[in-house]
C-alpha cells in the first residue's frame, strides 16, 4: 500500500469514532432539551457538523486514493450518517491496516510466492 493511500485510510479512520460518539451526544442532547432544561444542541450540533464535515474530505480522500469500488465508497458513507456506523467504519478500517501491513511485511520477505513455488 502506498504511503499516502495509508495515510488517507488512518485519516479516515481517526475521525470516524469521535464522529460516531459526537452524533450519539448530540442525539442524547436532543433528548435532554425536551425533557430537561439542559440545551446543548447548538454546541453539540456545531462539534457534530465539523466532525461530520472532516469525516466526507477523509472519506472522498481515501475512495481515490484506494481505489474503492462504487459499492465500498457507499458503505464507508452510510456509516457516516448511521449513529454507531462510525464504530463499525473503523473497525473495518483497522482491519484492512492490519491486512495490508501483513501483505507489505510478506512482500519484503519475499514470502508472496511461496505457495506458487511449493
Not at 460518539?21 to 436532543?30: D, E, P, Q, R, T
Not at 474530505?57 to 465508497?73: E, H
Request: net charge positive; glycine share 8%.
Amino acid at each position: 500500500m502506498e504511503l499516502k493511500t495509508a495515510s488517507a485510510l488512518r485519516r479516515l479512520r481517526l475521525v470516524s469514532v469521535p464522529e460516531a460518539v459526537s452524533f450519539l451526544v448530540l442525539l442524547l442532547c436532543s433528548v435532554l432539551k425536551r425533557t430537561t432544561d439542559f440545551n446543548a444542541v447548538p454546541v453539540m450540533g456545531a462539534v457534530h457538523g465539523g466532525l461530520f464535515v472532516l469525516y466526507v474530505i477523509f472519506w472522498a480522500d481515501a475512495w481515490k486514493r484506494a481505489g474503492w469500488s462504487l459499492g465500498t465508497a457507499a458503505w464507508f458513507f452510510l456509516m457516516s450518517v448511521l449513529p454507531t456506523g462510525g464504530f463499525f467504519a473503523d473497525r473495518r478500517l483497522r482491519r484492512s491496516q492490519g491486512d495490508a501491513a501483513i501483505a507489505a511485511r510478506a512482500r519484503r520477505e519475499g514470502v508472496v510466492n511461496a505457495r506458487l513455488d511449493a
